[in-house]
């Protein structure tokens, strides 16, 4: 992982149960506050030099390169020149950059998978990566593509179409357009909207393998179950509020896996009201249904690392397997949930090994 609270999974899931946080005025951004026309400061959670000077694609390859890196460090008793993996990426959201209506479109006609190579063959190449990548799937819904893409890898293990599978989330809320852009949809947090988000940037990247072939315990290990995804008909993209069904019933079918009484729940809440509401609707749901998520217990990785958008339910993943081998976690299971801005929503429940 790397993240605004370091180069490294270790580092950054430390940091954060110490409560530190690094979220810095933006240096090269700037805006006018509503309230009184002032020039007003965007607070962001920057991963450090690693992406500073870096803009769209270029900043993602950095986050790539990085997560790469750690996961070579993290897994030194894999021999990546033998063993055969394939590649789930999870981007950001396809169109969520508005391109500037003045600038001409022949610019970039590149496709979705165009893109997700050039970026996985350049990151690989930075990474010293022993073999050439080879792509599987790639998802871009958002927050919810990470977990989207654990459920293709996940089915390609079991049907027997691959022995190890690589799940790679990497995005930045913190490139030019995308800030441009959640200004533009009164979605960045400001004077304006005291109620948007704190932008933030990570690269994550997990290994999948068949239950029973699982790496060393000196290797951080969780066990993952079958992922949840469901649709929800109202959702931010169709401009009404969403009342919870969907998530409500992928958070039940993630806590009936993990078969403990009290929920650990890890969520992408970033203070935002529309993300918000269908949690508050979701959780009445869930209530109504078992006295379980009375009093459920709950992380809120955006506090520490802001809005790290498609990487952020892998976020949660390492979060909690590092919980669990530095004995800190709530609980022998955690649920990790993620709604994206259009229909998708999904859970998963994670188990200590």
């Not at 669990?324 to 429940?349: H, L």
């Amino acid at each position: 992982m790397v993240a605004a609270l370091g180069n490294g999974v270790a580092m950054n899931c430390a940091a954060a149960r110490a409560g530190i946080v690094r979220a810095q005025a933006l240096e090269n951004y700037r805006i006018r506050s509503a309230v009184d026309g002032e020039e007003e400061p965007v607070i962001g959670h920057a991963a450090g030099l690693l992406t500073r000077g870096f803009e769209g694609d270029a900043r993602l390859v950095r986050l790539a390169h990085g997560a790469l890196l750690d996961l070579l460090a993290q897994t030194p008793h894999i021999d990546w020149k033998t063993r055969p993996a394939q590649f789930y990426l999870s981007l950001p959201a396809s169109g969520r950059a508005k391109p500037n209506p003045n600038q001409v479109a022949h610019v970039s006609a590149a496709t979705d998978l165009e893109r997700a190579r050039r970026i996985l063959t350049r990151s690989a190449e930075l990474a010293a990566w022993p073999q050439s990548p080879r792509l599987a799937a790639i998802k871009t819904s958002g927050h919810a593509g990470a977990l989207e893409a654990v459920q293709a890898a996940l089915d390609d293990l079991q049907a027997g179409r691959a022995e190890m599978a690589i799940i790679l989330a990497i995005d930045s809320l913190l490139d030019a357009g995308s800030l441009d852009w959640l200004h533009a949809s009164n979605r960045l947090k400001c004077d304006a909207a005291p109620d948007g988000l704190q932008p933030g940037e990570a690269g994550v990247a997990i290994v999948l393998t068949i239950h029973g072939s699982a790496p060393p315990a000196s290797c951080s290990t969780g066990r993952l179950l079958s992922v949840h995804i469901g649709e929800e008909t109202r959702h931010l993209l169709s401009a009404e509020s969403a009342r919870g069904e969907a998530l409500a019933e992928v958070v039940a079918h993630a806590w009936a896996d993990a078969g403990v009484s009290v929920p650990w729940l890890i969520l992408d809440q970033n203070g935002e009201v529309h993300r918000a509401l269908d949690w508050g609707h979701a959780l009445v749901r869930l209530r109504a249904w078992t006295e379980a998520f009375a009093a459920p217990a709950v992380w809120y990785p955006a506090a520490s690392f802001g809005d790290t958008g498609a990487a952020s339910a892998l976020l949660g993943i390492c979060m909690s397997v590092r919980a669990w081998e530095r004995d800190y976690a709530p609980s022998e299971s955690a649920i990790v949930a993620s709604v994206s801005d259009g229909k998708a929503r999904a859970a998963v429940a994670v188990l200590k090994s």
